[in-house]
């Protein structure tokens, strides 16, 4: 007799409704032999408002169960059948007796564990952030069972467990469908970078439902075994499930980090705020030095010209790509020189003469064709949203974020240049933005190598680096664009690092093996 007509056994002889402990009950006593993880296996292969992909090979079957309620289900009827009985049942809480707890392997490979909503009140290693009991019983679990853990955050998709984040208020079940998917989706594509190809490999997902909702379809995707104990459980039946599994392995709980308490560096262990902190000190040192100018453009008239129009600053921002920073500033100077002006009026109807322009000797930029084009583009965005005047993108009193995102709407501005933008107007233009939390270090080479390998993330990625930034300084990330980046391109070069004289040897892992991405 196959699993899929056992459990068709088992739906009718259980009243309904009935629910996923139920059905584990009853193979428990009628079919012992059968494991937890198959009769929860094919409970969702048969249940008719499962998606196909959580339905696998069975898709095509005709289902044997509906879910009415979490975890609770009535035997499937086609349509046109009896209708379901009405469902209203309060039961209690109640603890699986010892013997009848879903039990799951001893081992495995991977623990992902949800969030919780209680948190400290400052930036912590992922691992110490989350407060609540539940969150420190399912990390026990987790950190007994699996070879390596992780933690699911609705901000932040999926975070290593010595991974600093600030605190946030973000929880899943308060975001849409489209939230959700898409972040089940980003939580499996980040762990994969972390942990490897999940093909035949052991992930157990120790999270309320919202969290195990969402990823577990992307999880199976990738080819993971997947193990869900908590599927299917009440929060209070969770509660005493992780209650009763951290006493059956005689695992003791992390103590609460408490709130006072702040990173204390161990003598001689470099820490990440040391190098935040060396970071700031090294901007602070050079403050004179980049406020009297702007300090990228090979001129001084260049640099004016950067200061007085605020087109002539756009424009910086888009040609500062895949050429040096100081030729890239110097180009809006030269667009006017040769142009006769820089109006975006007259610029948006002179795709010709801007392509001559840039192409003139020495060219402006390297790619000439896609940078004129640009360059009209900018200018057409900046007449038809801004009337013209390209500094109303950021009016006094805009937020940054909603600054960053208005630089993001010009074709060839991405993530890095926007983040790059936002910190040079208020640092080097004092303007008057608000909300300087929506702030960020530009995903730039020269930072990306830099976070490496002073040890502030383990992963090249954008997203990691960034939430890095938000946590050392939650107030205002972008502070820290600056000084990286001139460390970046002064002393920690992609070969040969100059770790005896760089302003950051006090702090530094100097994990000079490490380098960004191709
Ligand atoms: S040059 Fe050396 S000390 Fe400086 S940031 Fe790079 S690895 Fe660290």
Redesign the pocket.
């Known amino acids: 007799m196959t699993i899929w007509e056992r459990m068709a056994e088992c739906v009718a002889a259980l009243p309904e409704p009935f629910g996923r402990q139920d059905v584990l009950r009853w193979f428990t006593i009628h079919h012992p032999e059968v494991n937890t993880v198959s009769v929860s296996t094919h409970l969702q292969f048969a249940t008719s408002n499962a998606s196909p992909e959580s339905r696998g090979a069975f898709s095509n079957r005709t289902p044997l169960v509906t879910r009415v309620g979490r975890g609770e289900y009535v035997r499937f009827r086609a349509s046109g059948d009896e209708p379901f009985p009405a469902v209203v049942v309060v039961e209690p809480v109640h603890t699986p007796p010892a013997d009848q707890l879903v039990t799951i392997p001893e081992s495995v490979d991977i623990a992902l564990v949800g969030c919780g909503r209680t948190k400290r009140s400052a930036p912590s290693p992922a691992a110490d952030l989350y407060t609540s009991s539940g969150f420190r019983k399912r990390r026990a679990v987790a950190e007994d069972a699996a070879e390596s853990w992780y933690i699911l955050s609705a901000d932040h998709g999926l975070v290593a467990p010595d991974e600093w984040i600030a605190p946030y208020d973000v929880a899943l079940d308060s975001t849409d469908s489209d939230y959700r998917s898409a972040w089940g989706r980003w939580a499996v594509t980040r762990l994969v970078h972390k942990a490897g190809l999940l093909r035949g490999r052991a992930v157990m997902v120790l999270a309320p439902a919202p969290y195990a909702d969402a990823i577990q379809p992307h999880l199976r995707a990738a080819g993971a075994d997947v193990h869900e104990p908590l599927s299917g459980l009440r929060q209070g039946e969770q509660g005493a499930w992780l209650t009763a599994e951290v006493e059956r392995r005689g695992i003791t709980l992390a103590p609460r980090v408490p709130e006072s308490s702040s990173p204390s560096p161990v003598a001689g262990v470099p820490t990440r705020q040391a190098v935040a902190e060396a970071l700031l000190t090294f901007r602070q040192s050079n403050e004179k030095l980049h406020a009297s100018r702007l300090g990228y453009a090979e001129t001084a008239e260049a640099d004016e010209l950067l200061k007085a129009d605020p087109f002539a600053f756009l424009l910086g921002v888009l040609l500062d790509e895949g050429i040096p920073a100081e030729r890239a500033w110097e180009g809006p100077y030269k667009l006017k020189t040769r142009l006769g002006h820089l109006d975006p009026w007259l610029v948006r109807h002179q795709r010709e003469e801007v392509r001559a322009a840039v192409a003139e000797r020495p060219t402006i930029h390297r790619y000439v064709e896609i940078m004129a084009d640009a360059i009209v583009r900018a200018a057409e965005l900046v007449c038809s949203k801004y009337n013209g005047d390209a500094s109303r993108l950021w009016a006094p009193g805009s937020m940054a974020d909603e600054v960053d995102r208005r630089f993001r709407a010009f074709h060839k501005i991405g993530v890095k240049k926007a983040a790059m933008a936002v910190e040079l107007l208020v640092s080097h233009f004092d303007v008057d933005l608000a909300d300087l939390s929506g702030t960020n270090v530009a995903y730039d080479v020269h930072v990306r190598r830099?976070f490496l390998?002073?040890g502030l993330v383990d992963v090249d990625d954008l997203g990691i680096v960034t939430a890095a930034a938000r946590a050392l300084h939650p107030t205002r990330p972008g502070l820290l664009d600056l000084p990286t980046w001139l460390?970046g391109r002064g002393?920690?070069h992609a070969s040969n690092?100059?770790?005896a004289a760089?302003p950051?040897?006090q702090a530094?892992?100097?994990?000079?093996s490490r380098n960004v991405r191709a």
């Open positions: 830099v390998r002073t460390i002393w920690c690092p100059n770790c760089c950051l040897t530094c892992a100097k994990l000079t």
